[in-house]
């Protein structure tokens, strides 16, 4: 037994070949919401600095608690001014970060700091300006990348996750915490499950939240409002799903880099995936 | 089973990526982009005008914005800009319990008007519980009593070439160096014309509050709280807004915020 895989390790070599792993329309809806996203987040938080609280509900309680996070500054025991984060009523001290931020001898006074925004100064106006100009362009590469995934069978093929798949997650997590990566032709099952997580649930639900904070919208989608439970539970989960995206932003870098930077970025750019193939010793290639 | 390796050279690159994302700084490398006036900014807020006409293509010109039962009524109606007006003429109708107030209606109407409280008042009224949106986030629901800005705009006789409301207002806001600037605001005839455009002098069965914008404010219920002008002093009708202020539409839209606050 052991001598006939030895054998037949022994007729097996690796062969390197590039494959054409990402068609064109991935590759530049990719690119397009990796530049609207960095946009929308950074005005984003622009926008959340002029009222950083998130409450659950239609309106916000002033003269009652339905808030679930808070970031502001307040007036420490020793008379400086201290960030204070408050999240579902537990308080932490975020000085320096959140709250109150900048160096020692020019404090700045608001919930995110200066290099989290755009612009890096307090400006509503402006972050709503960049904002929406981005949230047109996130929509409208989501809508065409939906119209040409359906079409072209990305969505099948790629993304949605198959029986197999869903079973094969226990090994594939495993492996991933291994750093064992399998380079192949299509994706395994954590990334089907992830994309389709972020494609297709996630970015969906940050248009719909968005629209939902429109008082325009409102107007004209009322049900939108009530299927997210109220205008500040709709702001709230917008929130969240950027927290979301910035965590798979976080451990899509990190995978981009554990699996070989070189050959993911020139996949992404020119579509050219390396992958190595076994080949029998002098038999037909497969 | 084989052991987790991480091996030096991924130890390096997983050091390499955390410290990437530390840097995310220089953020303020784009604020020239984005400063007032600056083309690349011009050129994004484009993205408001088609807001303005997707909205009014998907929305309809009676639409209601959604009303609230008298439950949802759970605290007072935050004020917000100005709450408490320095003018002199203003501190003075204020004293007199506003008694000397008089709406002027002009502009491109057949008929200006001159109307007292008592005379707005005795017209039709409207009642509606609504949730007021604030552009910095927040949201507050009140009832507001007033009188359909079409009666008004119906009584006065607006020309056909009238295509703004604009509302000139008691409170004048400090900008500093520049001094005080009067408020004002713009809405198009079709907000002007909506049910639910009120001129209210009442909120939470009470009269309307200094704080508020006593005696007179707008309610334009599908767009943002900065369109709702308080301390309305005359409304005038206008076939262009470039008359107004620097304008843009508005006191706000005038320092940059877009002026269709639907969204």
Redesign the interface.
Known sequence: MATAIDKKRHDIHLQRTTIRRHGLMTRVTHWTWAVALFFLLLSGLQIFNAHPSLYIGEQSGFAFDNSVLSIRAIKGADGNAEGLTTLFGRSIDTTGLFGVSGPEDSRAYQAFPGWLTVPSYHDLATGRVVHFFFAWLFAATFISWFAASLINGHLRRDILPTFSDIRGLPGSFVDHLRFRFHSGHSYNGLQKISYAIVLLVLFPLMILTGLTMSPGMNAAVPWLTEIFGGRQTARTIHFAVMLLLVGFFAIHIFMVFAAGPINEMRSMVTGRYRIDREVAEGGPER | M?R???NRR?LL??A??AA??LP?????A??GM??SGATA?DA??K??G??YRV?RF???AD????E?SES?I???Q?PNGSTDPTDATYIALRDAGFAGYRLDVGGLVDRPLRLSLDELRNMPSRTQIT?H?????????AKWTGVPLAAVLDEAGAKPEARYVVFRCFDTMNLGLSGDVAYYESIDMLDARHPQTILAYGLNEEPLPVENGAPLRVRV????GYKMAKYIRSIELASDLAPYGQGKGGF?ED????WY???
Not at chain 2, 63 to 66: E, H, Q, R, T
Not at chain 2, 221 to 224: A, F, H, S, T, V
């Open positions: 084989s987790i390796i991480i991924r690159t997983a390499g990526v990437s994302t995310l700084a220089g953020c303020d784009l604020d984005l400063s900014r994004m807020a993205a408001n088609l807001t909205q998907l929305i309809g639409s209601l914005a959604k609230f949802e759970r605290q007072g935050r949730r949106d604030c552009v910095e986030g927040w949201s507050c629901i219920e599908r767009q943002l706000w320092l940059g915020y877009d606050a639907g969204i």
